[in-house]
């Protein structure tokens, strides 16, 4: 049953197209699963604004697989960051095809972490946590993670900022984007050096289950991540954050 009374069908869902035959095999024993999350997203994802109504006949194709392939570069038993979840893209999916993951859903509205919340606990998703509030105001609150996801935030250097002083030391930024992702890469190197960015790279992965495939940006950081100004930034907040716990 889903957290509205109704039983979710089994094939796609009476609200979302029906899953391509790729879904059973991405997702694996979470198939089950991954039909109640896009009834979820074409049901109560669309009357709470969520995600568009035009969406829901591509649900599969351009969202959760598109998302679940992104499984294929990100390394094994590490923790993750999905900054700005929204509905839970790429997030979920994630979740759902690695459960050796450590995942946070980091989302500022109440609406979309009260989404996320229900979606995770629907789905039993035990490793995932759904956090409420900004990337700037969680630094120092969670613990700096190896990977940091996210999907149609924001232009790459803007999320940039947000995203990598979330990183530990030696993590990595991946960022789905679509066709803008070299231009995006080339007009944010400056940003991205000064926020400690050693190397970037982009990818293609999904070969076989999404066309076009999903286009990945990586940025990888040094030792410093967010570099001078927000390592200060990270310093005080650890000082405070061990101030309360004092208390």
Known sequence: ????????????GSGASPAPEQAREVFGDRFADAVRYAE???????QRGLIG??????????????????????????????VGSGAGLPGIP??????????????????RTNFLTEVVELLGLDHVTVVRGRAEEVMGKITPVHVV???????????????????????????LKGDTAEEELKSASAALSKLGAVETSILHVGE?????MSTVVRVEVGESPGGVRFAAKRAKAARTGRARRRR
């Open 40 to 46: 979820l997203l074409a049901e109560a994802g669309v």
């Open 1 to 12: 049953m889903t957290p509205y009374g109704r039983t979710v069908p089994r094939d796609g």
């Open 94 to 111: 994630l979740a759902l095809v690695r459960e050796d993951l450590k995942i946070t859903l980091l989302e500022p509205l109440l609406r």
């Open 149 to 175: 996801t996210a999907r149609a935030v924001a232009p790459l250097d803007r999320l940039a900022t947000w995203g990598i002083p979330l990183l530990r030391p030696y993590g990595e930024m991946l960022a």
């Open 53 to 82: 109504p035009r969406e829901v006949p591509r649900l599969w194709e351009r969202h959760l697989l598109n998302c679940a392939v992104l499984s294929e570069v990100v390394p094994e038993g590490v923790t993750v960051c999905d």
């Open 208 to 212: 076989g289950v999404v066309d076009p």
